[in-house]
């Protein structure tokens, strides 16, 4: 099984400052011959299901402001939100599905300063 | 528009059974991968299980492998998750969630709102 970790496990970041999350997985999920990386990140806001922010690693949802950003490869993975907002209050979560089973990791959770 | 509602939680003694049901509209049901995840109270995402678009492929999460089975039926739009043998660390909040591809190596782009079991004497 592929194992996911998330760090930190929360931060606090003033309004319009940048909120960096960080994700690693056991084993690469980079699937070379595609050149994919099957990663994606979700927003959980409280008392709400999951919304998916990026897929494929970076490539970010339809409607996702684009403030947030996804990048890395391979075991290494980060989101970013550039110029962090109200309504970002939410904890990220990162996800591969390179292989089952397909492992969340613990979660991160973002606040304002 | 795409819509999950999932139907069937409630209060279940240990060693019990529940079928969790997840109707499905606005897009071509038998065309995508579905998932079951599950978020115990306070706690964080947990996948459970996944079923391709054909259903002829299925995946558990080892804590649940062999006591659940996931199952659609495309005449009906509907997704399923059989529990048996259930157990006071299955209770969460069950959410039933498309995939964005006819398999499961694809990531969750929508999801519905979740139907709470809880496990208990």
Redesign the interface.
């Known amino acids: ?1 592929i194992g996911m970790t998330q760090s930190p496990d929360s931060l606090a970041v003033s309004l319009g400052e940048r909120a960096t999350i960080n994700c690693k997985s056991s084993q690469s999920v980079l699937y070379s011959s595609k050149n994919k990386n ?1 990663l ?1 990140w ?1 927003q ?1 806001k409280p008392g709400q ?4 922010l990026i ?2 690693a970076s490539t970010r ?1 339809s409607g996702v402001p684009d403030r947030f950003s996804g990048s890395g490869s391979g075991t290494d993975f980060t989101l970013t939100i550039s110029s962090l907002q109200a309504e970002d209050v939410a ?1 990220y ?1 990162c ?1 591969q ?11 991160t959770k973002v606040d304002i300063k | 528009e795409v819509q999950l509602l999932e139907s069937g939680g409630g209060l279940v003694q240990p060693g019990g059974s529940l079928r969790m049901s997840c109707a499905a509209s606005g897009f071509t049901f038998s065309g995508y991968a579905m ?1 079951w ?1 599950r978020q115990a109270p306070g706690k ?4 459970v299980s ?1 079923i391709s678009g054909s259903g002829i492929s299925t ?4 804590s649940v492998k062999g006591r659940f089975t996931i199952s659609r039926d495309s005449s009906k739009n509907t997704l399923y998750l059989q529990m048996n043998s259930l157990r006071a660390e299955d209770t969460a909040v069950y ?1 039933c969630a498309k995939l ?1 591809g006819t398999s ?11 139907a709470l079991v809880t496990v208990s004497s």
């Open positions: 099984d099957y994606a979700y959980q299901p999951p919304k998916l897929h494929w949802e904890v979560y996800q599905y390179y292989s089952s089973p397909f492992t969340f990791g613990p979660g | 998932s995840v964080g995402l947990e996948w996944g995946y558990y999460a080892d959410y964005g499961c190596d694809s990531s969750l782009d929508y999801w519905g709102q979740g």
